[in-house]
């Protein structure tokens, strides 16, 4: 049985815990193959919403199994909260396995984070301060502390003062903070050890004899393709893979074992943090988006910025992950425009550009060049079917599909988990 995938297909923030909630009850395994508690997916399921920002979306789902795969970044402690938060409203999480060499975001990660945004004033990247691009650092520079490591204290130990060493001689000197000490992080990690050895396995072995057996694996990236730190907007990326090739590296799954590639892209644009946005709105319009499509992270609390939706992108996204479908999120929040404008191409330096540019500056200095559809004012939520749909949505969405060059094989008409009109199916 093949694996698939599922990435954000613009800069995150797109929906993609509603995709994986639906297709929860189909697949055996939901993984999450990279990023930390920097993400956030919400997930509505009758009235009761569930905001998850480390746990894979499938651990709502009974019959399936939620991983941590290798390539995550772990913060001991809000993972220990996020779970008892799920216990104490019913939700079983004792199935939940995480791979034993994921990377642990510790104390002077945080701190790490926190006074490097502050430090670098007007440049800061717009990090959610939680530690993930210091912990995937130490991972890079083979300083990292894995979950594996919480259960032999010598080399614990070893490892954090190894990489305490060279840090906090720039928190003293660099930034005027008082240095870590070595073996009070190392206790505080060692009280996580007990109550994180019923979940940690081997996840690579996990899922690939799981595919061997039949099983279907969902494999879920957090952020989104433009957060991409080799294929994003960089620096205003974040520190991993969330794109679909992504997905091998942070699960041990091989690339010859996944077949479809699932993008979600919601019905117009946002993104949270700096960095450069073409079609970004600072009118009455970009406030009606926010407020109408509830446009506040998950995780930081801060309103988004919003704009229309950019088909560059898209075709830059269905290129980079190569997608076979296309998840179309938030439909609904686009009705009671008289026109919806589409952004078609970029104007740069005089120049019709039709794809995203090559340089950072030139993406920085690219104007929108928009085509304009006539909108909708009846009430979509109920439609479960594309001929539910009023002409001018089916219009616009065939647009996208066309612009985007994907086929849109799921659509969202509101928040809950049934409100989405399935055009292809997304497993068979």
């Known amino acids: 049985m093949p694996a698939l995938v599922l990435v954000g297909a613009q800069w995150g923030d797109e929906g993609k815990g509603k995709a ?57 402690a809000v993972l220990f909260t996020e779970l008892a938060g799920l216990d104490a409203r019913g939700i079983d999480t004792s199935n939940l396995k995480i791979s034993a060499n994921a990377h642990v975001i510790t104390p002077f990660h945080v701190e790490n984070d926190k006074v490097t945004e502050r430090f670098l004033g007007k440049q800061r990247i717009g990090t959610t301060g939680r530690g993930i691009g210091p912990t995937y650092m130490d991972k890079v520079a083979r300083l990292g502390i894995r979950v594996q490591d919480l259960f032999d204290e010598k080399i614990l130990r070893e490892k954090v003062a190894n990489a305490l060493s060279t840090r906090n001689q720039v928190f003293v000197k660099v930034f005027n903070r008082m ?13 996580f050890a007990a109550p994180l050895q019923p979940f940690v396995t081997d996840t690579g072995l996990l899922l690939n004899n799981a595919l061997d057996d039949g099983k279907l694996v969902l494999l879920e990236g957090s952020q989104g393709t433009l957060l991409d730190i080799d294929h994003g907007t960089y620096p205003f990326v974040t520190s991993s893979n969330p794109t679909t090739g992504g997905a091998c590296a942070g699960s041990g799954i091989g690339p010859t074992r996944i077949d479809r590639s699932i993008g979600i892209l919601k019905a117009y644009t946002t993104r949270v943090g700096a960095g450069p946005f073409p079609t970004e709105l600072h009118d009455a319009d970009g406030e009606k988006l926010r407020q109408v499509g509830g ?46 404008p589409v ?44 001929a539910d749909l009023p002409a001018n949505a089916q219009n616009y969405v065939a647009f996208l599909e066309a612009e985007s060059k994907c086929r849109i094989s799921a659509i969202g008409v509101g928040q809950d988990r049934d409100a989405t009109i399935v055009v292809h199916d997304l497993v068979d």
């Open 20 to 76: 994986t909630d639906l297709l929860g009850a189909r697949v055996d395994y939901v993984v999450r193959y990279q990023g930390g508690n920097n993400a956030g997916h919400t997930v509505v399921i009758g009235d009761e919403k569930y905001a998850l920002h480390l746990l894979p979306s499938g651990i709502l789902t009974p019959t399936c199994t939620p991983v941590i795969g290798n390539g995550v970044v772990i913060d001991p």
């Open 179 to 191: 240095p870590f000490d070595a073996d009070q992080v190392t206790d505080e990690l060692l009280e």
């Open 295 to 340: 446009e506040v992270g998950v995780t930081t609390g801060r309103d988004r910025r919003c704009g229309w939706f950019d088909a560059p992108i898209a075709r830059y996204a269905t290129r980079v992950n190569g997608l076979t479908d296309i998840f179309l999120t938030k439909l609904d929040v686009l009705t009671g425009w008289e026109q919806i």
């Open 343 to 386: 952004c078609v191409a970029y104007e740069v330096d005089g120049q019709k550009v039709d794809d995203i540019p090559m340089t950072q500056t030139d993406f920085h200095h690219a104007k929108p060049l928009y085509e304009y559809l006539p909108g909708w004012s009846e009430d979509i939520s109920g439609a479960r079917t594309l």
